[in-house]
């Protein structure tokens, strides 16, 4: 994967965890936790997928 597509990768995963995070410490202070939760679990699982596609690509440049 070139260097570019790392770097766009790993910025959108920077702000997802940002988000994911924002959205933990608003879903504390508010009653609407049900809402709150379901954008949560789709903002961890984007996430956990973009983590996993820098994992992925990072092994893949390690030698050995």
Not at 2 to 26: D, L, M, P, Q
Not at 32 to 60: D, P, Y
Request: hydrophobic share 50%; charged share 15%; glycine share 4%.
């Amino acid at each position: 994967m070139s260097t570019n597509i790392i770097i766009i990768v790993a910025s959108v995963s920077i702000v997802i965890w940002s988000a994911v995070s924002r959205e933990i410490v608003k879903s504390s202070k508010e009653n609407n936790k049900e809402k709150n939760g379901r954008k949560i679990i789709i903002l961890m699982s984007a996430g956990t997928l973009s983590t996993l596609i820098l994992v992925i690509s990072l092994f893949q440049n390690v030698q050995f």
